[in-house]
């Protein structure tokens, strides 16, 4: 008995897989985590006390119409920095699913279609859009004079506050909203002398500046798959396979570098979800026309550096290729980040795999790259692609930046 026992086992227990040194030099090119780019847009990114007080802001709901929604409510540090549902809902549902914001201060570009090109470009977005915190730059410049905690910290970082308590220059809501000009936040906006204008969108960039200093701080250390490029662990068998898999196939041309990314954007012609409302998202291309619209852009007035920005702005043609990309994002930490996709197409990493693994089924406009062919993986292989994804969660950012000070 114990005989054939010990046959049978010899025969199924494989010798350790054991990659070619092509395979592990082709590995070491996406390790070790890159350290951040300086954002010379920004001169507080690495200012400690901006990052503080950016880490007050990010977890503040007072900075919503209705006092409930805050950065944290659908980047929310337990669920690794999104939200675990397919389209985020603030005060409204958003036509997207939440990105982790974990790593995001590596981004080269912001948003699914890229319509933001620094990190507190992207972080004015949601302060006033209507279905995230529904608030105004003139609402938030209110509530950091009038908040106690809030306003000394400003003021220590970027000097004195207008005088917000003149509520005959400065109304209690209102932004800027060029293509409709009878919205009552636009009227409000209107009413007001240029220079206060100037001042107030001053204040709302300096609380952006501060967020993205906070965000500098939540970038992640090294994985599994970096302790093994390192030498310091090994992987298990299947993540070994699931790397080769990985290397020997297309996901490396966009999944790129130690960032897993190639900092650009692509169609891959994904099954358009139910819960899409607008299933001909123009995606990039769309993206690069909000962009290159936006006076608070890298290349804009608000910028601290805005030659260089403003030059790569510019240079940004308009291809019928952009129709219908989206960015590709980092697969760091992506075993904590489901659902996937640009607007949640798949529960699971099982589901990503099984798509990249048939490729079948399509949606969306545009049309698929080209270089995209299916790569009819068996149920282990997947398992063990799947497996490989799960081994690139880096370490958390230190305990004091993940929850509200
Ligand atoms: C209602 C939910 C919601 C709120 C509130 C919210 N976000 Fe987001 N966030 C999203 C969604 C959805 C996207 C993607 C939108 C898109 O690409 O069009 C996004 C995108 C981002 C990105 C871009 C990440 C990347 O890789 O491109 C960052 C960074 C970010 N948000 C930070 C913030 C900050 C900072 C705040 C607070 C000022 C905030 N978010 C508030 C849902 C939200
Ligand atoms: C042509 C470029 C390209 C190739 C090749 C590619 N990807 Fe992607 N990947 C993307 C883009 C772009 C997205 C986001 C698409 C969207 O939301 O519309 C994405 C999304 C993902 C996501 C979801 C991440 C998230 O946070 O939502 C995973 C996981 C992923 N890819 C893994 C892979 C694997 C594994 C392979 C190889 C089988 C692969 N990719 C091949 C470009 C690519």
Redesign the pocket.
Known sequence: MLTLLLGCLATVVPAPLELTAAENEAAAQLSPPPALRDDPTNRVADDDAAARFGQRL?FDTALSSTGE?A?A???DPELGFADGIEL???VGT?G????T?LD?AR?RW????GRADT?WT??TG??ESPV??DSSRLEIAHHLAADVVLRPEYEAIFGALPPMEDSTRFPARGRPIPDDLDHPDQVAWASMTADDQDAVTEVFVNAAKA?AAY?RKLVTGPSRFDDHVAGVTTLHDDELLGLRIFLANHCVLCHAGPELSDREFHNLLLPVPAWVADPDDYGRYAGIVKLQANPLSGGGAWSDAPDDAATRISQLALTEEQVGQF?T?TLRNVGRTAPYMHAGHFAELEDVVAFYSALDEQGGVGHREEFLAPLDLDEDEQAALVAFLRSLDGTLPDAEWLTAP
């Open positions: 990010y929604v950065c409510t659908c980047h985020a809902e603030g958003a997207k699913h939440s990105p914001v995001s981004n912001f948003f699914w279609d990190a992207q972080a949601p302060w995230e915190h967020v965000e960015k994002p």
